[in-house]
């Protein structure tokens, strides 16, 4: 048995994983503002409802640079106390078991990877679409970190006059004061304002797609995080666009959306 955190700035969700399956979960709300060692012992209080001799491990997903080889979390996204925490060392010395850090994107690209669409695939990339664009990368079967578990953060780069992720998640939703939920149930509606503008969505993620393809040619990319259950209204336009990549890797990459929104806990359980 493992032990899997999701360390987010509004919950941290923990979960114990037995073999594939995850057995028990629990939730407290984050005091994101307050400070480190109120954060730490929120994350500890739920290792304590999980926590057994029969647990092997445990890891930890933050939304932040990590250093994963030390296990020290820098400037964790909306909590401002954690600049610079041995989350590993904490964590090691309070409940004696190997403790794993690394990014929550990379965590849950780790969890599509072993229990989810990317099971038996050597090379894939997840991207998460939510308030950002997260993504991570799995190379011939294993994690690709870079130095900071930072690689692969193809939200960041220039895209038309802003950046990728402006188009590719909340940003967009915003700048047409709307959120995707409300989007998805006028479109479904049959508003034509709403499918036009799901499509235009689909048509940025497409040439988000095809950056990834450019960059690591994998045979499948999948798509997660809360605005990926609305793939309905976007994937004919995303895949549209992926036609349109002049090489043979568009014809048979694997295009997956995955609403299992466990995946970071069972990605960190693997670390």
Request: glycine content about 12%; charged content about 20%; overall charge negative.
């Amino acid at each position: 048995m493992r032990i899997g955190v999701d360390l987010g700035g509004t919950n941290i969700v923990a979960g114990l994983v037995d073999g594939q399956s995850l057995i028990k979960k629990v939730k407290v709300s984050c005091p994101a503002k307050g400070t480190q060692d109120e954060v730490v012992d929120a994350i500890a209080s739920l290792i304590e409802q999980l926590i057994s001799d029969e647990v092997e491990s445990i890891g930890v997903g933050v939304p932040s640079v990590v250093d994963t080889k030390e296990g020290v979390v820098y400037n964790v996204a909306n909590i401002p106390s954690w600049v610079k925490v041995p989350l590993k060392d904490i964590l090691e010395a309070r409940f004696g078991k190997p403790v794993g850090i690394n990014n929550d994107s990379n965590c849950y690209t780790l969890g599509e990877s072993r229990f989810g669409h990317g099971k038996g695939l050597a090379d894939m990339v997840c991207v998460t679409l939510g308030t950002g664009v997260g993504s991570g990368i799995i190379i011939d079967g294993k994690l690709y970190e870079g130095r900071n578990a930072g690689a692969g953060e193809v939200g960041c780069l220039s895209y038309l006059d802003k950046d990728y992720e402006s188009y590719c998640s909340t940003p967009f939703f915003v700048a047409h004061n709307t959120t995707g939920a409300e989007l998805s149930a006028k479109a479904e509606a049959g508003d034509a304002e709403a499918i036009a503008l799901w499509n235009e969505f689909g048509h940025h993620l497409g040439e988000l797609a095809k950056a990834i393809l450019f960059a690591y040619d994998p045979e499948a990319i999948i798509f997660g995080g809360g605005i990926a259950a609305g793939y309905p209204h976007f994937e004919a336009a995303l895949r549209e666009r992926i036609t349109t990549f002049p090489y043979e890797t568009a014809k048979d990459v694997q295009i997956f959306f995955s609403t299992d929104g466990d995946m970071a806990i069972y990605g960190a359980s693997a670390l």
